[in-house]
């Protein structure tokens, strides 16, 4: 045996021979050790992108903000997260997020959230929204502009809020006010804006033709309609109609509570329209509740409502059930109204329709705010994938991921790089553990963080450490082109 090795041609090689193989070993290891050392690599954990259907045990390795590497090999980083046990997921992008400030994306972050959009109501200055978050946010962020807010500024609305508190919400318009509102709509959209924010439910004063015309101005800049609609099952169906004949993409938000205990029948009018080949997609948040501002016009015949409908309002500044007398009281000073009323059966259904995205509808100032702020997606995975098993981690994922990535990105290419975890994607992940995931907001308190999401990484960064917060503020804005 021995006699046998040593007639190998290894070991008649000469001491040159050796010497510049090793060295070219050494040179070879020094090469493949600088390119592949990452920035940051998120290992062992169960690696799922929605898009590709991909699911595995795997290694992240992540360089310059991106996804560049995705195998079963041991990837050397500056920082390595040991993320066994968990799924390494896309991180969540939210399309309707009012609360754009720290305070809301310190809770959405922790929620998994890595992109926050505020597409219902929307803004009525892109520039000053996008310029106002410049130098680094926690989390990714983008507006629509707003019909609501355009339509308050030319008809001159009193509301000291997001949303019409008078004219501009159930005023009628002249053909100057339209001109107004249309130019300032084209002012968003050539500086980027996202797509175009409507509430019909909000502006009550607005008539389905000029839904139509700001429907065809979003239309012919490929940007959907974001809307909050008015009317039940006829407005549904009035509202895809409007918006198939301005050749508009549109989204209805909320379908879970603007449907109530209607959503089957929305959820089919809907999927007719899909099958028709209409684009229109949706979205629900996991609550029974749903919030907005008390001086709105979804409150404007109160004072002829029976006694006991009031008990369903509570104030979220004191988090008081109201009666006829407090009701009126805070619809004259104003304030923030959560209404209670829908069963876990509508919200069910919302959930596990495979039309329907996951969006939080989010917004919290001062510590008050509704608990889908900081709760939405673990709750989807905890309580309705784990518990109940309503639908399966990959469907629930592609809700919060592919889903509204897709959505956007023929109007923001951009978004063409979010919502996968795939190499060459940008490097925004969220880590968690299946087995623990879960809400912990309440309507007292809707700002306890999400159990269960210990890393989360915006633009390959870690934003969440442990579950704890970091001062990295790696997020950026995400705009249209600009023309
Ligand atoms: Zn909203």
Redo the contacts with the bound molecule.
Sequence with gaps: MTGALRASPRHLRSRWERFTVSMGLVLLVACSGGEARYDLVVANGRVIDPESGYAAVANVGIRDGVISEISERDLEAERIIDATGHVVAPGFVDL?E?GQAEESYALMVRDGVTTALEL??GVPDIDAFYDAREGGQLVNYGASVGHIGARMAVLGDPSQGILPAGVGGSGSVSPDQLDGIETMLRTGLDRGALAVGFGSAYTPGAEMSEFERMFSVAGEYGAPAHI?MRGGLAGLDSTLATARAAGVPLHI??VNSSAGGAIDDFLLNIQAAVAAGQDVTTEAYPYGAGM?EIQSALFDDWESWPDERFGDHQLVSTGERLTRSTFGEARRTGGTVIIHGRTEEMTRAAVASPLTMIAS?G?IENGRGHPRTSGSFAKVLGRYVRDEGVLTLEQALAKMTIQPARRLQSRAPAFARKGRLQVGMDADITVFDPATVIDRSTYMDATVPSLGIPYVVVNGEVVVDGGVLTPARPGRGIRAPVR
């Design positions: 309707h009012h219902e109501v909050h938000v909320h907005t509808d917004f």
